[in-house]
DNA sequence: TTGTATGCGTTATCAT
DNA sequence: ATGATAACGCATACAA
């Protein structure tokens, strides 16, 4: 299909010189005499001249644009990580596109082997697969951040948070608040949750309490919408178990998915949390600011994730070389809501 | 770049055919001998090959790719609108990429003029420009979808709720629970805002209520996180003043944005809502029901309106022929966390 | 049914 | 300093 656009050759031809010459003053890429660079600056300008990047790309093998495939766009998180990514690319160039992998392993694997059809320059990642062996070839050529979560059988950068420091703190905490018998419950067991786990499970023994592994419970549910989360059953049965038969007197939520589903349990069996049962969990999410409820959090540094991502993926890009390495955030352990707030 | 991948022209050589050959296999663009087809299928498989988008792109000038050009992607409402257009693309053989044009125009106009560049194969738009007069060259030849908002100056299709109606009812519900003098509050301005504002005032209107402008409220704010907003000395003033100086007795609130930082100031200062205050708001956010407020929203369906605008494209971009219009998808008025819930 | 040849809009090599 | 030309990988008009 013609498109109607004006190509380079238009421009070469209306300023009377060659193609060659318009895409040297376009790319800077050889010295141009003022006189002509003045011709064709005239010329793009008058011909509204853009520059096709798919004729680019398919010539040069690069782009300017970022893939950023999320793991479920739908967490607040990760917009507020994507915001901060996307000032910094914006600042050098480079545009971002949000790529949803709605947790599904074999829908993240055909959009990454799209952003390396696509020539993408690079691409950031919460990663839904654990095991990258078999893609490895997937984005061997081009940069690649993750975030979050940690795959295995792959040698990368990855920006993670401090998690079993935190989770240690978390649980020390709460211990510290009276827990006795604590329950750690999350969706999904990946790398990162494990690492959380590992925290949970070192406070314990540091404190001298018994782990109940029954209690400790991983879920394996696909994504939902947090609407629907609030109203599953298997929520309700898992929260029923450890309050009435375990007797816990603390639950630990991996997440703020699972805290939504927790809180909404509590609201619903009129628990008042820290009182009548201590609860600490990952994640400050925006919307736990408005409730009634007291919440022990662990706050993500948002932003400078999304900065050391961001900074590592450029670094990359200009071919700096230097060795792949985890670069952990520091948290912050918060209470909200608590009457000194007042 | 010399890429290391398997091209078209690998593939012939290994099948022993021309490119020609191998591209109608690929394409079903001409009948192909059962036998030949098996070779190049063969080789195909062998070289692990894959189409090239960039190099089709620049043929053909088109793509697969959808964009989802979003006001701003951290609102929860449009994560559930994309899920459910991209569960229609996808099975339709596109790829939806997220778009996030954080309400400003200007960054907008420069991310719809890439997926014009990107031969995008259509996009579908939550505009943040109001006067497209000036856009309307940057997405004539593809399709486009108007989602939410209902730009000036260009004919195309629109998928909006039924606003002014939903404002309506929603008015007069809280006239119905005893509101007499009541403030419209809400970020922004735009069109969507206008029919919203219509709905509100016919109410009013016919129930014999006066309306004081001093307490129809838009603010002029830039995107900001939740955490943010709900901190926004503007908002404490606005309500400040439309509750303690104008004495309302009812709140409309324009969409969960303002909610969310009107619900913070309610419980700084203790207001119970629907006792101390008539509270309404647009928008069913999942957060608002964890909350010990019993609110009154107009629960958008964002299945429907996601399916609306997927379908509507679809046809669009198999050429199907019909006129633009306006597709209104119907609300719910829904009163949340009210005691009847137990 | 299959192959040849051309062009999409760039960039890059090599002359001039 | 500038221009002619080939090549990137594919689709397609046309010839065989």
């Known amino acids: 299909m013609k498109s109607n656009e004006a190509s380079m050759k238009d421009v070469a031809i209306l300023a009377g010189v060659s193609t060659a010459t318009v895409s040297h003053v376009i790319n800077n890429t050889c010295n ?23 004729a680019r790309r398919l010539r040069t ?38 790529i949803n992998s709605h947790e599904d392993p074999e829908k993240e694997k ?21 095991d990258w062996s078999n893609l490895k070839d997937i984005y061997d050529s081009k940069p690649i951040v993750f975030i979050d979560r940690k795959p295995k059988n792959v040698r990368r950068d990855v920006v993670l948070i401090t998690n079993t420091q935190s989770s240690f703190n978390l649980t020390n905490y709460l211990i510290s608040k009276g ?11 990946d790398n990162t949750m494990q690492l959380r786990l590992d925290g949970f499970k070192d406070a314990m023994i540091q404190n001298n309490l018994s782990i109940d592994e029954d209690c400790i ?3 394996k549910h696909k994504p939902k919408t947090y609407t629907d989360l609030a109203q599953d059953e298997e929520w309700n049965r898992i929260l029923d178990y450890v309050i009435n038969e375990k007797k816990i007197d603390c639950i630990i939520s991996g997440n703020a998915l699972f805290a939504f589903g927790a809180i909404s349990y509590f609201k619903k069996n009129n628990i008042k949390l820290q009182k009548d049962l201590l609860f600490g969990t990952f994640d400050n999410a925006f919307w736990m600011m408005n409730l009634d409820q007291e919440i022990v959090v662990i706050e993500q540094n948002t932003k400078a994730i999304g900065e050391k991502a961001a900074s590592i993926l450029l670094k990359r890009l200009n071919g700096e070389a230097f060795i792949y390495d985890d670069y952990c955030i520091d948290t912050k352990l918060l209470t909200l809501n608590d009457k000194a707030d007042k």
């Open 32 to 54: 141009v005499n003022d006189k002509t660079k003045m011709k064709v600056t005239k010329a793009i300008k008058e011909l509204n001249y853009k520059v096709n990047p798919t």
């Open 61 to 98: 093998g690069n782009s300017k644009i970022i893939g950023f495939v999320v793991s479920n766009l739908a967490h607040y998180f990760y917009q507020e990580i994507g915001a901060k990514i996307e000032e910094i690319l914006n600042k050098n160039g480079y545009e971002l596109f949000y």
């Open 110 to 130: 055909q959009q990454l082997e799209l952003c390396k059809l696509e020539d993408f320059a690079g691409v950031i990642v919460v990663p839904v697969n654990n």
């Open 179 to 189: 827990a006795k018998k604590v329950a750690f419950i999350s969706p999904q067991l």
């Open 217 to 219: 419970i991983f879920t």
